[in-house]
Nanobody
């Protein structure tokens, strides 16, 4: 059974930084693309950042480019999201997700999700 457990969320002032972590278990981690999504109150869930199975390719939403960095450690079965220069509009629940099919890319077809971690950015 695939499990994704996020951690690292919290309350931070605008301009501050946070690092989210997502620990994966239940299947071979290193062959699946991973991503972070977020959902703000009253809004639809949106793609934030994605990373290929090897870590060699990354993709970002325009709203976070240059501020957020996604990375992974396949030896630790963990994916990270480093968030710098945080803005109040980054406030949301952040979800870690794993691709349903190995060795695939793209913003869709994520079959496994974590429970989410709250990030709140105060102005």
């Amino acid at each position: 059974q695939v499990q994704l457990v996020e951690s690292g969320g919290g309350l931070v002032q605008a301009g501050g930084s946070l690092r989210l972590s997502c620990a994966a278990s239940g299947r071979s981690f290193s062959i699946y693309g991973m991503a972070w999504f977020r959902q703000a109150p009253g809004k639809e869930r949106e793609f934030v950042a994605g990373i290929s199975w090897s870590g060699g390719r990354t993709d970002y939403a325009d709203s976070v480019k240059g501020r957020f960095t996604i990375s992974r450690d396949n030896a630790q079965n963990t994916v990270y999201l480093r968030m710098n220069s945080l803005k109040p509009e980054d406030t949301a629940v952040y979800y870690c997700a794993s691709k349903r099919i190995p060795y695939t890319l793209g913003k869709n077809d994520y079959g496994y999700w974590g429970q989410g971690t709250q990030v709140t950015v105060s102005s």
